[in-house]
Nanobody, 122 residues
Framework: QVQLVETGGGSVQAGGSLTLSCTAS????????MGWFRQAPGKEREFVAT????????YYADSVKGRFTISRDNAKNTLYLQMNSLKPEDTAVYYC???????????????WGQGTQVTVSS
């Protein structure tokens, strides 16, 4: 059974940093793309970043480019999202997901974690 478990969320002041982790189990994700999405209250789930697990090529939403970094640890089967210079508008539940293509549409991803809350105060 495929399982994605996110950790690392929390509360931080604007300008601060957090690192999210997503540990995958149940299968190998070497042929997959692993991504991060977020959903704020009353808003649709939106793309944050994604990465081809095989070669590490990554893509970012314009809103986080230059502030967030997606990375992976193959040995630990873990995906990371390093978030710097956080802003109050980054406040959301952050989800890890796995799919076949490095696309921005949530419905193209087949496996999802349970989410972790990130709150940024001004």
């Amino acid at each position: 059974q495929v399982q994605l478990v996110e950790t690392g969320g929390g509360s931080v002041q604007a300008g601060g940093s957090l690192t999210l982790s997503c540990t995958a189990s149940g299968r190998t994700f070497s042929g997959y793309c692993m991504g991060w999405f977020r959903q704020a209250p009353g808003k649709e789930r939106e793309f944050v970043a994604t990465m081809r697990w095989s070669n590490g090529i990554s893509y970012y939403a314009d809103s986080v480019k230059g502030r967030f970094t997606i990375s992976r640890d193959n040995a630990k089967n873990t995906l990371y999202l390093q978030m710097n210079s956080l802003k109050p508008e980054d406040t959301a539940v952050y989800y890890c997901a796995a799919g076949w293509s490095p696309v921005q549409m949530p419905n193209e991803y087949h496996y999802w974690g349970q989410g972790t809350q990130v709150t940024v105060s001004s």
